[in-house]
């Protein structure tokens, strides 16, 4: 019986570890992010910064770039792929879809691997 409790109490925490990574829908403001880029910033900070991006693009961009924050100062939307930080090389890709002018941050830190541009396809992009 109470194998079977821990059981039933595991799977709730379990849900609630893989939900805290995805990104949260509260807007974020630009920071140091230049006009026309992408960017990621590895540490969370709060209001004005001078923490330098880990990841400043222009364009569409592949390769890992520690994450915590992200803003897309861009005038297109981006579809972000990432990796959960502690499951990076066995975790689940995730994506998620910024808005141009618009910005959030991870729960948790990620890896965020490749920005490319979103295709539309008629779908909103939260």
Known sequence: MRLRTIALAALP???????ASAPSASAWAPGNCPHSTFCVWPEFW?????????????????????GHIFYNN???????????????????????????GQGSYFTMPVSVTQVAWREDDGSPCW
């Open 13 to 19: 925490a379990a849900f609630l570890g893989v939900m």
């Open 46 to 66: 709060y209001g004005d910064t001078d923490m330098p991006p880990s990841l400043t693009t222009g364009g569409e961009w592949s390769g890992s770039a520690r």
């Open 74 to 100: 861009t005038s297109r939307d981006v579809t972000m792929t990432y990796v959960v930080a502690q499951e990076e090389g066995r975790g689940t890709v995730h994506t998620a879809c910024v808005s141009r």
